[in-house]
């Protein structure tokens, strides 16, 4: 693809649902990454994969938060019963490779939780 | 834990000035830093990268510099433009993670 996406670009929840956000980064990128920007604050790293695996998983602010990549391109970040604090804009970048590559955002997803 | 703190948080100049944005960091064993701009709604765009082993970048008007060993970044935006308004962040890499600092408001006035 041209560009990294992501769906969807928006996601309102009730406190206590589940939900899935997705990431389709460039075509050939290895690795991927997720971040989060709260309302006024700086982005915050969540986890980064190289291919299907995440070498370090202590950025998830939580248990409730899980992170998977299949096949070596889509990602998926599931949020288990969400809470208000979970309130942000989720972003997803991919790049060539690890470390020494540019990474490419997405336009990322929205989530409020009522 | 990184710390990444830039310096000012927001800055206003006219059009055409010449400006210098100041990124700082607590750990100097990074893989690389990179300078990124966000306009309002919008993602982020990745403007210049620096290996560790790299002093300088160059882009057009933009020229990033780094010195790992005292833990600093600058961007110099060269005869600024209105279409230069926007959140510039500076971000490092180490230890497969990534930080990001709060970042620079720039509004460039006509």
């Known amino acids: 693809g041209a560009g990294v996406s992501q769906s969807p670009s928006n996601k309102v929840t009730e406190k206590g649902k589940d939900v899935e956000l997705r990431c389709d980064p460039i075509?050939?990128?290895?690795?991927l990454y997720w971040y989060r920007q709260s309302l006024g604050q700086g982005l915050e790293f969540l986890i980064y994969f190289q291919g299907n695996s995440a070498p370090d998983k202590s950025g998830l602010p939580s248990d409730r938060f899980s992170a998977e990549r299949t096949g070596g391109s889509v990602s998926t970040l599931t949020i288990q019963r969400t809470q208000q604090e979970d309130s942000a804009v989720y972003l997803c970048?991919?790049?060539?490779?690890?470390?020494?590559?540019?990474?490419?955002f997405g336009p990322g997803t929205r989530l409020t939780v009522l | 834990k990184q710390e990444v703190t830039q310096i000012p948080a927001a800055l206003s100049v006219p059009e055409g000035e010449n400006l210098v944005l100041n990124c700082s960091f607590t750990d100097s064993a990074i893989y690389n830093l990179q300078w990124f701009r966000q306009d309002p709604g919008k993602g982020l765009t990745s403007l210049l990268l620096?290996?560790?082993?790299?002093r300088e970048q160059t882009s057009g008007r933009l020229n990033a510099s780094l010195d790992k060993s005292s833990g600093r970044s600058t961007l110099y935006i060269a005869a600024s433009q209105p279409g230069d308004s926007a959140t510039y962040l500076c971000a490092v890499s180490n230890f497969n993670k990534f930080y990001f600092g709060s970042g620079t408001k720039l509004n460039v006035k006509p």
């Open positions: 620096i290996q560790s082993s790299q």
């Open positions: 970048a991919s790049s060539l490779g690890p470390y020494t590559d540019t990474q490419y």
């Open positions: 075509s050939g990128h290895t690795a």
